[in-house]
Every structure is written in C-alpha cells, then in structure tokens.
C-alpha cells in the first residue's frame, strides 16, 4: 500500500520544482542571509536561506524514505529494487529522484541518497546504453551544480567526488574517446576542480579526483604508451598559472608535482620547476606551501645533474656552491628542507637591497 504524500512545504515545492526542470542545466546555488531571503531565482542562479532549507530537506527526506519503502528498496545488493527488477512507477522514481537531490543539497554526505541514485543509473546500463549515457551526463551537471557552487561543504565532498568519478569512469568506458575528446574532458573536469579549489582552498578531494580520473583517461589509451604523459603535459599550463595565482595551495602544487612525474619530459620539469621558482624569488615569496614544492621538485627531478644550468637565474642563487645538493655523496649531510630554499633567497633579497641602497660611487 502506497504511503500517503506528506504535505509539501513552499520549501519543498520551490527547490523540487527548481531541481525537476533543470534539464541539465548547471545550477549556482548560494545560501543567503536572512535578510536576503528566503528564496531567490534568477535563470540558473538560485539563493536560498539556511532556514527555507532546512524546511525543503525535512519533507524530502520523509518523501525520499518513505518513497523507498513503497518501491521496495532495502539497501542489499540481493534485494529486487532497481527499476526493471521490481515494477516502480515514472512518477514514483522522479519524487525519489527529486528528494534526494534536495537532500544532497542540504546534506552532501548522505551516502543513501548518492547510493540510490547510483543504483537507479546502474539499472539503465542493462536496459538501455544511450539512454544511460543521456542519464550519466544529466548526473554528471548536478555534481558540477553541487562541486562548483558556493557552498563550502560540497566543494570538498569526498561523497560528491567520488559520485562524479564514478560517474565519469562509466561514461569514458561508454564512449571510448579519442585522444583529442580525452584532452578536452580532462580540461574540462580541471576546471571544475580548480573552480572547486577556489571556493574551499587546500581541497585534496579534488585534485585527488583529477589525479583518478588522468589515470582513468590514461587507461583509455593504453595501445599508445605515451597518452598519459601527453595528457598530463596538455593541462600542465593551466595547472601551473593556477598554482602562481595561488602560491599557499598546497594540494594544488601537489597536484603540479604529479603532472611532472606524469609527463617525464625533463625540459618541461625543468622548466616548470624553474618558472616556479623564478616567481619566488622575483615577488619575494616566503610561504611554506611554495617552497617545498621547490625542495620536492628539485630532489625529484634532479635538477642540479647539468652543472651549465647552476649558472642560470634562479639556480645560480638557489643552487649555490657547496650546496647539499651537490653533494648527495656525503651521508653526513641531507637534502634541504624547505627552509633552507627560502634562507637562500632572503640572502639574496638581502643582498639585492643593499645593492639598492648603495649604489657604485663613480670615480
């Protein structure tokens, strides 16, 4: 026996509305003050308070339950609950649909509502391939809405990245891409993360995924050997101004450091390596997450192994004469910490400034 609706709130009946006739699109969803509110629309731009909220997520959530325990769903791998198993209603699956994308709204590690929806595309697989690839992408918009809005909790969601992996894995398989279509879907998903980055600085969830989802599209050409090193290297540019732009982020420069060891081009580390470190010293940089991606980088790469390049800035003044580095063979002395990078370069900010200051007198 059905269960009967409980009443919908303007809540509710708002955000459903908002979520059922979003047809792909992505959404910005902002919390507002409650001066602001509580509820705001504008195009694919949505306001909506904490309070108005939390009253959407209440009946969705006795809407979602509810709706499970009418299509039969328990949770257990065994159980006849996905569509085409168990006879379920159109209108039946979009409520529980449409709840339970209110319900990740509120709660972006409800692992129910995500599993539920995983199992209801998964159901499509064997129905249906274009189909469930139409459902993968319609999916894949709502996590760019939940990852990329202003909405501090989702953007570093291990749920919600995991969710988009997920559904980006089954995508790629589907589609098989070529390599051009593989370089423009990882620059796609590096905007996301970096968009995601931007909004909660330090999110490891996100470039973690990048790092996933390069291997996945790695994979994808494993008859060509060098596809993960040419794709690394088509999204080392933009990895990299990011980074500049951002000098305190460690997970992104992090992320820059496993885009070196993915391209093993040694021009293009060096090169990078250097750019970095040229920024450093040219801004007078003296934050930690910067200058241990150099003492990383540096050791990783080899950096100092051609002496011509210990005579080119900024190498003549990191790499000085005597270093550690030069000198690996000794095992009473270690490689530098990122302190000893950044002593390097106040000397010679220090230096710099006399110089300034004090001018050659001409005779």
């Given at each position: 026996?059905?269960?009967?609706?409980?009443?919908?709130?303007?809540?509710?009946?708002?955000?459903?509305?908002?979520?059922?006739?979003?047809?792909?699109?992505?959404?910005?969803?902002?919390?507002?003050?409650?001066?602001?509110?509580?509820?705001?629309?504008?195009?694919?731009?949505?306001?909506?308070?904490k309070k108005y909220l939390v009253q959407a997520f209440v009946t969705a959530r006795t809407?979602?339950?509810?709706?499970?325990?009418?299509?039969?769903?328990?949770g257990s791998p065994s159980s006849p609950d996905l569509p085409g198993q168990k006879t379920?209603?159109?209108?039946?699956?979009?409520?529980?649909?449409?709840?339970?994308?209110?319900?990740?709204?509120?709660?972006?590690?409800?692992?129910?509502?995500?599993?539920?929806?995983?199992?209801?595309?998964?159901?499509?697989?064997?129905?249906?391939?274009?189909?469930?690839?139409?459902?993968?992408?319609t999916e894949l918009s709502l996590m760019t809405t939940y990852l990329c809005s202003p909405?501090?909790?989702?953007?570093?969601?291990?749920?919600?990245?995991?969710?988009?992996?997920?559904?980006?894995?089954?995508?790629?398989?589907?589609?098989?891409?070529?390599?051009?279509?593989?370089?423009?879907?990882?620059?796609?998903?590096?905007?996301?993360?970096?968009?995601?980055?931007?909004?909660?600085?330090?999110?490891?969830?996100?470039?973690?995924?990048?790092?996933?989802?390069?291997?996945?599209?790695?994979?994808?050409?494993?008859?060509?050997?060098?596809?993960?090193?040419?794709?690394?290297?088509?999204?080392?540019?933009?990895?990299?101004?990011?980074?500049?732009?951002?000098?305190?982020?460690?997970?992104?420069?992090?992320?820059?450091?496993?885009?070196?060891?993915?391209?093993?081009?040694?021009?293009?580390?060096?090169?990078?390596?250097?750019?970095?470190?040229?920024?450093?010293?040219?801004?007078?940089?003296?934050?930690?997450?910067?200058?241990?991606?150099?003492?990383?980088?540096?050791?990783?790469?080899?950096?100092?192994?051609?002496?011509?390049?210990?005579?080119?800035?900024?190498?003549?003044?990191?790499?000085?004469?005597?270093?550690?580095?030069?000198?690996?063979?000794?095992?009473?002395?270690?490689?530098?910490?990122?302190?000893?990078?950044?002593?390097?370069?106040?000397?010679?900010?220090?230096?710099?400034?006399?110089?300034?200051?004090?001018?050659?007198?001409?005779?």
């Amino acid at each position: 026996m059905t269960s009967p609706c409980p009443p919908q709130t303007d809540a509710y009946r708002d955000l459903s509305r908002i979520f059922g006739n979003r047809n792909g699109r992505v959404l910005e969803v902002e919390i507002l003050p409650p001066a602001f509110g509580p509820f705001l629309e504008d195009g694919c731009s949505i306001g909506v308070t904490k309070k108005y909220l939390v009253q959407a997520f209440v009946t969705a959530r006795t809407v979602f339950f509810d709706g499970l325990k009418d299509s039969g769903y328990t949770g257990s791998p065994s159980s006849p609950d996905l569509p085409g198993q168990k006879t379920v209603s159109d209108e039946l699956n979009k409520m529980i649909a449409n709840a339970s994308e209110i319900i990740l709204l509120f709660d972006c590690e409800h692992l129910t509502a995500c599993n539920w929806r995983k199992r209801r595309l998964t159901a499509l697989a064997g129905l249906n391939q274009e189909k469930f690839a139409q459902a993968l992408d319609t999916e894949l918009s709502l996590m760019t809405t939940y990852l990329c809005s202003p909405l501090h909790r989702h953007t570093k969601s291990p749920t919600l990245w995991q969710h988009r992996r997920w559904i980006q894995t089954h995508l790629i398989h589907i589609r098989k891409p070529d390599f051009q279509a593989a370089q423009d879907l990882l620059e796609t998903e590096l905007s996301a993360a970096l968009r995601a980055g931007e909004r909660h600085p330090r999110n490891y969830y996100a470039f973690s995924y990048m790092r996933q989802i390069h291997r996945v599209l790695s994979g994808a050409g494993a008859e060509e050997q060098d596809w993960g090193a040419r794709l690394g290297q088509a999204i080392m540019p933009s990895m990299l101004d990011w980074c500049l732009a951002h000098p305190t982020d460690i997970s992104g420069l992090m992320f820059l450091l496993y885009l070196l060891d993915a391209v093993s081009d040694a021009a293009s580390q060096i090169d990078t390596i250097g750019r970095v470190a040229r920024f450093a010293l040219d801004i007078g940089w003296e934050g930690e997450s910067l200058w241990t991606f150099v003492d990383l980088a540096v050791r990783r790469f080899k950096v100092v192994a051609s002496a011509d390049r210990l005579q080119t800035y900024p190498w003549d003044i990191l790499l000085v004469s005597g270093s550690p580095d030069q000198h690996s063979h000794d095992s009473r002395k270690t490689s530098p910490c990122w302190k000893t990078w950044l002593e390097r370069a106040q000397t010679h900010w220090v230096h710099t400034q006399q110089s300034t200051n004090n001018p050659p007198q001409l005779t």
